[in-house]
């Protein structure tokens, strides 16, 4: 039976837990991924606490950190989603994202919408993808690709 969160509490400590366990092994999001069997974006968020692991996944990251059971069973529950607390975030990278959504928010919004109607990108149907890639005059770039399903409005 799916279980449900309904305070944050539990799954920040056990992301606290699984930060700790992941830098005191050495190990990166993508080898926690690749033992989880989903993208990094997708594991790195549940282990995060915003999404539920399936038990076979939950149980190989928690052995790979050495979590636990009560922490696999932990990473199967529907978490309380929302990462970032009220108010304008202050970790300068956090705020970046949302200074680009101060910027172009409203431009995203028209284009969406002109593309395909009144309606959403779905945050639950979704993939992201970060890569690094070289910068033709020098240095880095990060190319972030945003990959929602569209939901359209519908009168009812």
Known sequence: ???????????????????????????????????????????????????????????????????????????????????????IPTDPTIYRFYEMLQVYGTTLKALVHEEFGDGIISAINFKLDVRKVADPEGGERAVITLDGKYLPTRPF
């Open 1 to 87: 039976m799916i279980q449900s969160q309904f305070d944050t509490t539990a799954r920040q400590d056990l992301a606290t837990a699984a930060v700790e366990a992941k830098l005191r092994k050495d190990l990166s999001w993508q080898q926690i991924a690749d033992a989880a069997g989903f993208s990094v974006a997708f594991v790195t968020a549940a282990v995060l606490g915003q999404h539920a692991l399936p038990a076979e996944s939950a149980r190989a990251v928690a052995e790979l950190l050495g979590l636990g059971d009560d922490a696999a069973l932990l990473l199967t529950t529907v978490p309380s989603r929302g990462s970032i607390p009220g108010g």
